[in-house]
């Protein structure tokens, strides 16, 4: 057994060993029920490991002091607790809004997909929790690896096989760069702890400045892969379009929440505070750090935005707009802990959970006018209004807050950011912040015109199976439901997160 770990250590790790039995468990039955038995039996299991996931998490909320395990390499905290649970509920909706639409003529092996999704979930969870380099990286290539394997599950669509070989090859190259920097950071400390790397580089800043902004620089471009943030987002497009789309909303929700779990801990576990002190006044590296970051929130902010102007195809439309939400999503990192602004956590968790709302319901209504017209055109969505009333309302609720639109959670969530940034004297981010968000009303609005403003062209009512209606209207309320009560929301998060215990 690893050293630090002992039999009453193992409650501790009950969420992700659910999700260990349940996937070895469904694959198994996978393999031995007969093929006549329908696969949705399989997703209903996969649901039920991840709910079961999602309880034993929130047992874990709020402890008394945070629990270190497998020799400080995992550690169980609040900042852990929170985003997983955003990565269990994007997980569980991507997984419901899947029984009964994912059909075997599109991905010849439903049960595969299904046992999958939760592989990939536990690569994020322990992401979430990694408090050491080595089980970091186990964590994002266990995510890594899975999700090629998902955005490949087409076999005879060559979108999916061009995106797939385009993922698995970029794939490789960040997560060498994250490896290299890695590397670095051994090199410098003679640890792979986070803590003990952060305090080596204070210590050593004078003398090892330059290889701290190497391995930085190394570690931010990998990192920005995995989230989608330009310049490093060239291969979202081409997998959103060619993955099956409930596997586009998992990576543009789930896998982007967990690279940036990692990143914020990252930042404020290992670089921040770091400063070369040269006898002048000292230069604070970790000044540099996040200001890098406040620069590529930026160019992902415009970049999404004005990619995303010229898109028809929605799939791609929504890999931009991801690319645009990343670098709203890198502000309030950027913006650093201060006396006037320690809120940086609840702001980026916020956001965050509005975000998963409003994409994952988006996807669900995309899904629906796939299975009708089998288009991802923005004209399969003409005269939408008009074939589904009530569907239409959730996604018009649904656009209103990824467009940041009063009053939903999109809104506040920005408004949140955006504050946090003016606290910190980011006045030219929070600037790109208000110009983008208003750019972006061009495309979100290119869809409510098509549903509302085009005529029907085959007149055939929409066809969806329940859950994915049950999921768009879960996801459509809960954006609605975070914008109407913004502040306890907020105030319920900064009351369970603790910088103190939590961060340092």
């Known amino acids: ?123 994020g969870m322990v992401m979430a929790a990694s408090a050491d380099l080595i089980t970091l990286f186990v964590g994002l290539e266990l995510l890594s690896i899975t999700s090629y394997i998902l955005v490949g599950m087409r076999k005879k669509n060559l979108q999916s096989n061009e995106g797939a070989f385009k993922y698995i090859i970029q794939g490789g190259i960040s997560s060498a760069m994250i490896l290299y920097g ?10 792979t702890n986070l803590g003990e790397i952060n305090q080596a580089l204070i210590q050593n800043a004078s003398t090892l400045s330059p290889l701290i902004y190497l391995s930085f620089f190394l570690l931010l ?27 586009t909303a998992y990576l543009a929700v789930v896998s982007k929440a967990a690279g940036f779990a990692i ?39 415009i970049a999404g935005n004005l990619l995303a102007l010229r898109q028809k195809n929605v799939k791609r439309l929504l890999a931009y707009s991801g690319i645009a939400n990343a670098g709203y999503l890198l502000a309030p990192i950027s913006s650093q802990f201060s006396i006037v602004h320690y809120t940086n956590f609840s702001e980026f968790l916020y956001y965050l959970i509005a975000y998963l709302f409003m994409n994952i319901g988006a996807f669900a209504v995309l899904m629906m006018v796939e299975r009708t017209d089998g288009t991802e055109e923005l004209r399969g969505f ?14 018009v609720l649904l656009i209103l807050s990824l ?12 408004i949140f950011i955006m504050m ?34 085009r005529t029907d062209p085959g007149g055939d009512r929409l066809k ?24 306890g929301v907020l105030r319920f998060l900064q009351d369970i997160f603790s910088i103190g215990m939590d961060m340092m």
């Open 1 to 123: 057994m690893p050293q630090g770990l002992q039999l009453a250590d193992l409650t501790h790790l009950a969420p992700e060993l659910t999700l260990v039995i349940s996937a070895i468990v469904i694959s198994l039955l996978d393999m031995f029920l007969p093929r006549t038995v329908s696969r949705t039996l399989l997703g209903w299991l996969s649901l039920a490991g991840v709910l079961i996931s999602a309880v034993f998490v929130i047992g874990q909320v709020n402890p008394a002091e945070p629990v270190s395990l497998l020799g400080q390499s995992l550690r169980v905290d609040d900042f852990g607790s929170l985003l997983k649970l955003v990565l269990l509920t994007g997980t569980a909706l991507v997984l419901f809004m899947s029984l009964g639409s994912v059909r075997e003529e599109e991905i010849p092996h439903v049960g595969e997909y299904y046992y999958l999704l939760l592989p990939a979930t536990l690569g």
């Open 221 to 247: 471009a990998g990192f920005g892969f995995k989230v989608a943030a330009a310049p490093f987002h060239t291969w979202a497009p081409d997998v959103y379009q060619g993955a099956p789309t409930p596997v």
């Open 420 to 453: 946090g940034t003016l606290q910190n004297h980011l006045y030219w981010l929070a600037s790109i912040m208000i110009v983008t968000s208003v750019i972006s009303f061009y495309y979100y609005f290119s869809i409510i015109r098509q549903m509302f403003m």
């Open 182 to 191: 890695m590397s670095f950071l051994y090199g410098m400390s003679g640890s």
């Open 403 to 414: 467009a940041g639109i009063p009053v939903t959670g999109g809104f506040f969530g920005k």
């Open 464 to 487: 969806a199976p329940l859950p994915l209606t049950i999921t768009a209207w879960v996801c459509a309320v809960a954006g609605v439901a975070l914008g109407c009560y913004p502040q």
């Open 382 to 395: 003409a005269g939408f209004y008009y074939r589904a009333p009530w569907t239409a309302v959730a996604m």
């Open 263 to 301: 990143l914020f801990r990252m930042m404020y576990r290992v670089y921040m505070g770091v400063t070369n002190d040269t006898g002048n006044p000292a230069q604070p590296i970790s000044e540099d750090i996040f200001f890098s970051l406040s620069v590529l929130a930026a160019i992902a902010m």
